[in-house]
């Protein structure tokens, strides 16, 4: 432990002193590589010539004509003195015998050639040095140059991030070129500012329509505390009238908060994993909803069969009770209400349809929206707006496969296909749901 936190140390230093910007990185590291691969290359090179330059003539030496004239003539003058006697004052003195001669001319030669060599290898070296040196310069340059280019997509990026917050999601890097990892890069940041730009916009909608909403009940409850106390001696009847019209703003109320919170936890995903059915759901929510469907005299067609899967039942169980509740509220008297679950190709379903107003199908998606209900062209003002969407949310969050169409004859025809294992299936944050919202037939 002591010895890593020594290297640590004095490791510290020398990552101070390695430059912060990716450009000078990229410039160093172009520089360092080229000069590691000159320097191998012109090693190489050094080697083989050296190893190619001769240090010493051949052993066989040829001799040019002078060159053998002038051993004749010392052979000559060597043969002039017998061996073994001494020259006398007056006499010529060879200077040396001819195999003397000849290893002095060798060694001249050898010591000329290596000589020759050095001074080759020499300049050879301080050539390459220089252009080595010169050449990693250029190339830093260069690699200065082509970084800048190619880090240019990547400034493009960081100037829109640090532009960009709640207020200033619409800009776009919109980048064109070659289909390569930098392009791939500002697509992918361009669908990250388009999904942070929907969904602040859906949490700004959401929190003006649930302030809206919200404040009804209260502003209706203010009214007719106000409007009882004013008069002079409320009677038991006006102050029990006003107590029925508080309690149904507090039910309203309640119920709203009760739907937030149920769209707060879906929208999370924390689900627990419990083995349901979503026909006993179903069934459960058609008898809850029946002194409803008496006092309009619905005709209500079930077939449930099994429908068995892994989800949170609590959330089942209210999706389940959003759709059947939606398809009574949205009726009209004498109407009727389809209810379908089973399972087929390795999912289950539930499907449901309802008589009831013409529903255009421009309207059809705006209905799985929080707050958005059909009361200014139905006439139906019942209900807080969080049905739909909170079964859609339901429905997100285990995988689910929603399908929404309006009937030509009014009413709206439902399915929600959810895999037989939703947490294997459950869709990523990028990928969302499947909702098909069409007209005609269902």
């Not at 002591?2 to 990185?25: C, F, H, S």
């Not at 290898?121 to 800048?148: E, P, Q, Y």
């Not at 949310?393 to 025809?413: E, F, Q, W, Y």
Request: aromatic fraction near 6%; include cysteine.
């Amino acid at each position: 432990m002591n010895a890593g936190g020594t290297v640590l140390g004095l490791l510290g230093p020398v990552r101070g002193l390695w430059p912060q910007k990716v450009r000078t990185r990229l410039t160093l590291l172009y520089a360092a590589l080229f000069f590691l691969s000159g320097s191998v290359l012109l090693g190489l090179s050094y080697g083989l010539v050296a190893s190619n330059l001769p240090t010493r003539p051949p052993a066989s030496m040829t001799f040019s004509s002078q060159e053998v004239s002038l051993l004749h003539a010392c052979a000559s003058l060597g043969a002039t003195v017998p061996q073994g006697s001494e020259a006398g004052p007056g006499s010529p003195k060879p200077a040396f015998g001819c195999k003397q001669v000849e290893g002095v001319y060798y060694a001249g030669t050898a010591a000329g050639m290596q000589q020759q060599r050095q001074q080759t290898l020499d300049n050879l070296l301080s050539f390459w040095l220089v252009g080595l040196g010169l050449m990693t310069v250029a190339s830093g340059g260069l690699g200065w140059f082509m970084s800048g280019r190619v880090l240019r997509p990547v400034r493009v990026i960081t100037e829109t991030a640090r532009r960009a917050s709640e207020q200033h999601l619409g800009e776009r890097l919109a980048m064109t070129g070659a289909k390569d990892e930098l392009k791939e890069l500002a697509d992918t940041f361009d669908d990250m500012l388009e999904r942070l730009d929907a969904a602040f916009t859906t949490q700004r909608r959401f929190v003006a329509d649930a302030s809206h909403e919200l404040r009804t009940p209260l502003t209706v409850m203010r009214t007719a505390i106000d409007v009882t106390l004013a008069k002079p001696s409320p009677s038991a009847r006006q102050l029990t009238d006003m107590a029925v019209r508080v309690r149904r703003s507090i039910d309203r109320a309640e119920t709203m908060i009760e739907g937030l919170l149920t769209l707060a936890v879906s929208d999370q995903g924390k689900l627990s994993s419990e083995f349901t059915d979503l026909a006993t759901w179903a069934e459960d929510a058609i008898d809850a909803t029946v002194p409803e469907i008496e006092r309009l005299d619905l005709r209500v067609d079930t077939e449930l069969y099994p429908a068995e899967t892994t989800g949170d039942p609590l959330l089942l169980e209210r999706m389940t009770r959003n759709l059947v509740e939606n398809a009574v509220r949205h009726n009209k008297p004498g109407g009727w209400i389809s209810l379908r679950t089973g399972s087929r190709d390795g999912a289950v379903y539930l499907d449901i349809a309802n008589s009831g107003p013409l529903v255009p199908d421009d309207v059809v998606a705006s209905l799985f929206e929080p707050f958005r209900r059909m009361g200014a062209r139905t006439g139906v003002r019942d209900g807080v707006g969080l049905g739909l969407s909170i079964a859609r949310s339901v429905a997100i969050a285990h995988g689910a496969t929603v399908t929404a169409r309006s009937r030509p004859a009014g009413g709206l025809d439902i399915s929600v296909v959810i895999p037989r294992d939703p947490y294997a299936a459950r869709p990523g944050p990028a990928d969302g749901y499947h909702l098909a919202l069409t007209g005609g037939e269902a």
